[in-house]
């Protein structure tokens, strides 16, 4: 097989498995031609908008790819395109190696040996490039600099430089794993946490939350542990057994009937990951927001399981003049989407 380098297209990670999904929201929101490409990878064709996809978890925006035998090296042509970015200034840079699917069946070895070659390349055609490698973490902190991904498949590599404003997540290939807390009983404790991580705050001691379809407790443990005050709304019981349940008061009603007393202020955060239809959470978001009833939110909606679109469109199309509320697919999210944000 030739080494051969592709013309520039964009590349969007999702969960593995609903890239049709990806493929469909693409199309009908904003006209892109979408392929799959392998598990949880979808190559996109078209002005790729500057806000993340819903499903969508990192980006590779105009990303090359090169098809190599394996135990070959990248040719100067490969190396060149790669490294062209640097040629004018220096600019401070970082790294991201994203792995293949398992389904492709490529070792890290062979990735890690492709980047190697990379950065010799780069090191032979600029001799300072290692004075100016920096953390992603910084770049992505002070928006200054270019993030270098590559990816593998099967029968070659992508790879793509953007600046940090350009990528949906600071996490290679976007796949953020949160760490499980033993204290908490259930796992969705992840999901409020990676929502946290992606709003870029965290709750507070003394804030005031309402768990709606608390039970049994992995988001009301969440906010507890941290020293807020949370009402946990479910007809359900609670299984915390942290020292933390003294934050939480148990009202045994139904999420989706509760509402705050009319002179009742807001409250600091309200949150729902309850079991309903698309329809009756979309309901309970819009009772919450246009009545101001809360300054921040995580809720959940899940989709159904054929054209997900249908029940979002109207949705997303209700979030436009909320520009800090937003619905992505998180990575702990399974048959769902998450909006999260403040007002």
């Known amino acids: 097989m030739s080494t051969r380098l592709s013309s520039p297209f964009h590349v969007c990670f999702s969960r593995p498995g609903i890239e049709h999904w990806l493929i469909e929201e693409a199309q009908e929101r904003y006209g892109l031609y979408g ?3 392998a598990p949880g990878r979808v190559k996109l064709e078209g002005d790729l908008p500057s806000t993340p996809l819903v499903f969508e978890w990192q980006r590779m925006p105009n990303a090359r790819f090169f098809s190599l035998d394996k135990g070959t090296r990248p040719p100067s042509e490969i190396t060149d395109v ?9 600019t401070p840079w970082a790294l991201q190696a994203v792995p293949a699917p398992d389904s492709e069946q490529v070792s890290s070895n062979r990735l890690n040996a492709v980047i190697r070659d990379l ?13 100016w490698e920096r953390k992603a973490k910084k770049i992505f902190r002070t928006s200054e600099g270019r993030i270098l991904q590559v990816s593998a498949l099967r029968n070659g590599f992508f790879f793509s430089v953007s600046s940090p404003a ?3 997540s600071s996490v290679p290939g976007g796949e953020l794993r949160m760490k499980m807390d033993e204290a908490a009983p259930s796992r969705s404790f992840l999901k409020v946490e990676e929502a946290f991580f992606r709003m870029g705050i965290e709750p507070k001691a003394g804030e005031t939350v309402i768990d709606l379809g608390a039970a049994p407790g992995g988001w009301s443990y969440a906010f507890a542990k941290r020293g807020a005050q949370v ?3 479910d007809n359900g019981p609670l299984k915390i057994t942290d020292s933390c349940i003294r934050r939480i008061d148990q009202l045994h009603v139904d999420g989706l009937t509760f509402r705050l007393s009319k002179h009742q202020p807001p409250v600091d955060w309200l949150v729902s990951d309850m079991l309903i239809a698309p329809g009756e959470a979309f309901g ?3 009772h919450w927001v246009q009545g101001h009833h809360c300054t921040k939110i995580v809720m959940n909606f899940k989709i159904p399981q054929h054209h997900p679109m249908s029940a979002l469109l109207p949705i997303l199309e209700w979030l436009e003049p909320y520009p800090d509320l937003h619905m992505r697919q998180l990575c702990h999210d ?10």
């Open 166 to 168: 350009e990528l949906s």
């Open 119 to 131: 950065l010799k390349a780069g090191k032979a055609r600029h001799p300072d490039l290692m004075r």
């Open 284 to 286: 309970l978001l819009k």
């Open 35 to 37: 392929t799959s490409l």
């Open 334 to 343: 399974r048959r769902e989407v998450t909006v999260f944000g403040k007002l």
């Open 231 to 233: 009402t946990a709304v």
């Open 82 to 90: 790669f490294w062209n970015f640097f040629s004018d200034s220096p």
